[in-house]
């Protein structure tokens, strides 16, 4: 069951907190950009995701980004649409 919009970005935070101890971690609803666009006619959201963990010391990009889908579970079939992933390591910076 989708979560009231005002509660999805603080769900995220709290996903990835939990999952993957970041140092850094933004997280921002970019919906308002995408108004009218088909797929978030089901009142899905689009979000960017910045995370800068220990967990991603030795990871390729693509299982980075599967770190975070995993970390976000059901948030990815309920809440989520899209979903912008920047992973980085702290060696690595925010950047």
């Known amino acids: 069951m989708a979560l009231p919009r005002e509660q ?9 907190e939990t999952a993957l101890a970041p140092v850094s971690l933004e997280v921002e609803d970019e919906s308002h950009r ?3 666009h088909a ?3 089901d009142g899905r959201g689009h979000f960017r995701v910045a995370v ?4 991603f010391v030795g990871l390729n990009p693509i299982a980075r980004h599967r770190a975070v889908y995993a970390a976000l579970g059901d948030l990815m079939n ?3 649409h899209a979903l912008s992933i920047s992973a980085r390591t702290p060696d690595e910076g925010a950047g």
Not at 8 to 16: K, N, Q, Y
């Open 8 to 16: 999805r970005v603080e769900a995220i935070r709290h996903a990835i």
């Open 34 to 36: 995408h108004v009218g």
């Open 39 to 41: 797929g978030a006619q």
């Open 52 to 55: 800068v963990s220990s967990a």
């Open 78 to 80: 309920t809440d989520i």
